[in-house]
């Protein structure tokens, strides 16, 4: 069916999608998984996931535009909720391993309530 189809055996986050291994769910619909980061980088760090299995941002397609849109939304929406929207915050993508990306399933980290520098490390 259309889940299992995309949804891929031994990924981590796909795991946390179907909440065979537990997270700390911050928000989610149909479309897109919000949640605690498990060794979080700062007061707020939250993971923001589409519900479809897609390794790395090289992989996305034209179709995946909208869904993308829709994690940065969602960004924006938890950042207000969460209080950090007026003081800022920080949103990131990490691609393959020099961008330091460790778990592969798209995700975008939202982090705030501290200062973050620029350019980054
Ligand atoms: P990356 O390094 O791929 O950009 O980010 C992966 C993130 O996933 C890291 O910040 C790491 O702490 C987080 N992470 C890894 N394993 C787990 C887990 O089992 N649960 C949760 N909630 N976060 C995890
Ligand atoms: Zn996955």
Request: proline content about 5%.
């Amino acid at each position: 069916n259309y889940w299992s189809d995309r949804h891929m055996e031994n990924c981590l986050f796909c795991k946390i999608i179907d909440k065979s291994i537990p997270s700390n769910i911050v928000y989610e619909n149909d479309n897109v998984l919000a949640f605690n980061d498990i060794n979080p980088e700062a007061p707020v760090h939250v993971l923001i996931i589409p519900k479809i299995h897609i390794s790395t941002l090289n992989d996305l397609k034209k179709e995946h535009v909208g869904l993308l849109g829709e994690l940065v939304f969602t960004a924006g929406i938890l950042a207000k909720k969460l209080g950090i929207d007026k003081d800022g915050y920080r949103t990131n993508f990490n691609c393959n391993d020099a961008g330091g990306q460790t778990v592969y399933h798209i995700h975008l980290h939202l982090l705030g309530g501290r200062c973050f520098s620029w350019p980054p490390g």
